[in-house]
């Protein structure tokens, strides 16, 4: 299935099962390697990702969940990390 998403300040199209985590997509379609893979259950954080201002793991978020919310990637102003999803 095609997906939209904003990334980067850039409307970006995947396309990818509805169950394929955000983490994949933004790795191996985007090629965005910043959020990286750890324990692969979401326990660690190595997945933690920026959504509207909330962190959450990107591990549990399957494409379609992340296509309604819409997130962004790129570190706030000042911040350093270069992968870090934010709010628009």
């Known amino acids: 299935m095609r997906y939209s998403i904003l990334v980067n300040g850039k409307r970006r199209s995947v396309d990818a099962a509805p169950n394929t985590p955000l983490l994949w ?7 965005l390697t910043g959020t990286k893979y750890g324990c692969g259950i979401a326990l660690c954080g190595a997945c933690t990702v920026h959504l509207k201002g ?35």
């Open 25 to 31: 997509v933004l790795r191996d379609d985007l090629q």
């Open 54 to 88: 909330v962190p959450a793991r990107g591990t549990w978020l399957s494409t379609a969940e992340t296509a309604r919310l819409t997130p962004q990637l790129g570190a706030p102003p000042g911040n350093s990390p270069s992968n870090a999803l934010r709010p628009r």
